[in-house]
Each structure stands twice: as C-alpha cells, then as structure tokens.
C-alpha cells in the first residue's frame, strides 16, 4: 500500500485498502471499518464502482455483524445497485446474501430466505462455491431456527460438501456446528 501511495496509483491503493478490509472483515470489524471506509473514498474519487459497491459491501456486512442492522442494509442496499448496474454478479450474489443475513437476525425468516434463494442461484449460476456455500448455510440456520430439523440438516450437509471441496475450513466449521444443533 505505501508503494502504491508512493508512485500515485490511487486505484491499486484503494483496491488494497479493500483487500485489506476484507482480510479484517471476517471477525475484526472495528479495524476492517477504516480500510472500507478509505477504499470507498478512493473508489469514489476515481470513479472506480467496483471498488466502490465492494467497499459498501464490506461496510454493510461490517456494520450487520455489529448488530447495526439499518446501517448495514443502507450499505448492502448502495453495493446492490451498483452490482446490478455495472453487472458484476459476484457482488450482486454477496449483497443479496448479506441482505438474508441481517434478516435472520433480526427473526424475519421469510424475508432471509427469499434473499437467500437469490443469492444461491447466483451463485450456483456462476458457479461461485462460496458464495452458494454460504447461502446453503444460512438456510441451514433458517431451518434450525424454525425448528424443522430434517431440512436444517439438509442444507448443513451441503453447505459441508462444498466447503470441504473449497477447502473452506470457516465454512465447514459453521456447517458442521449447524449438523450438531440440528440432531
């Protein structure tokens, strides 16, 4: 990153002010917050939109794993449409999932898994693992916390095929807590 702010190349500085949120992102939320947040000013700036919907991306699921659920869907919201307007599918898929995500939190079932239907056909269309990984997940936890155990299990199951094709081992831990809460 120094270098890239040494020879002027805001976009390889932001795109790694944007890996580097990313990196942070999974768990470390209060130190991934700035580097989105700076990619996102770079991205603007030079009118980068994946850099900016992928900042947004990380801020929205940042702010939903902190419990800041408005906050994230207004960021979620931003990165949807930027997907849908320059077409990256990627994004789009991650966005809708983040959606499902801070429904389930918030109890509203119905409306997580209509996000995570659409984000598993996306990534199912793409071919994109994690990404239909991690939606299998979240309608294992849907599932779980409806009490429909049969299905819960189901979707547990594939969410741990494919993380172990992935070599996912986050994923794979999840799904199989998931199996053991839902025997």
């Known amino acids: 990153m120094s270098i890239a702010r040494e020879i002027g190349d805001r976009d390889l500085e932001g795109g790694s002010l944007l890996g580097l949120g990313a990196v942070f992102g999974q768990r470390q939320y209060e130190r991934a917050k700035p580097y989105f947040q700076q990619s996102l000013s770079i991205g603007r700036e030079i009118g980068n939109r994946g850099m900016e919907g992928g900042s ?90 409806l009490e429909q155990y049969e299905r819960a299990k189901s979707y547990f199951q594939q969410s741990l095929q494919i993380a172990r094709e992935i070599n996912n081992l986050e994923l794979e831990t999840m799904a199989q807590e998931g199996l053991q809460r839902s025997n």
């Open 56 to 145: 947004l991306l990380g801020l929205g699921l940042v702010y939903a794993g902190q419990g800041q659920y408005e906050q994230g869907k207004s960021y979620l919201q931003q990165s949807l449409s930027i997907a849908r307007e320059i077409g990256n599918r990627g994004m789009e898929g991650f966005s809708l999932f983040g959606f499902g995500y801070v429904y389930f939190e918030q109890g509203q079932y119905e409306r997580a898994k209509s996000y995570l239907r659409q984000s598993l056909k996306i990534g199912r269309e793409m071919g994109d693992r994690d990404l239909a990984g991690n939606s299998l997940l979240g309608f294992g936890k849907v599932y779980l916390e």
